[in-house]
């Protein structure tokens, strides 16, 4: 079944760090792109940074200069690594993964920043 897992979500304060993980199941082949996206309350859900197999990155405005992505393509894995944490990062993190047959998602993990 495919299915991506994500753990290291959790409650931390303001300028505080955290590292997200997500492993891809290998029934889920060829993946192309891997990344985070997150949804906070009564807000539209928002690509937050995502890698491709070649290495390129995209990140959302807000993040850039605290997060970073990685991949680990040989364990279908994709890390974020979140630093000087702030309220405004306090969302439920979704991760995503694509290939030629469309777009996998996590179930999510929630991150909650206390100010």
């Known amino acids: 079944q495919a299915q991506l897992v994500e753990s290291g979500g959790g409650l931390v304060q303001a300028g505080g760090s955290l590292r997200l993980s997500c492993e891809a199941s290998r029934s889920i082949f060829s993946i192309n792109t891997m990344g985070w996206y997150r949804q906070a309350p009564g807000k539209q859900r928002e690509l937050v940074a995502q890698m491709t197999t070649g290495g390129s990155t995209i990140y959302v405005d807000s993040v850039k200069g605290r997060f970073t992505i990685s991949r680990d393509n040989a364990k279908n894995t994709v890390y974020l690594q979140m630093n000087s944490l702030k309220p405004e990062d306090t969302a439920v993190y979704y991760c995503?993964?694509?290939?030629?047959?469309?777009?996998?998602w996590g179930q999510g993990t929630q991150v909650t920043v206390s100010s």
């Open positions: 995503n993964a694509k290939n030629f047959l469309g777009a996998y």
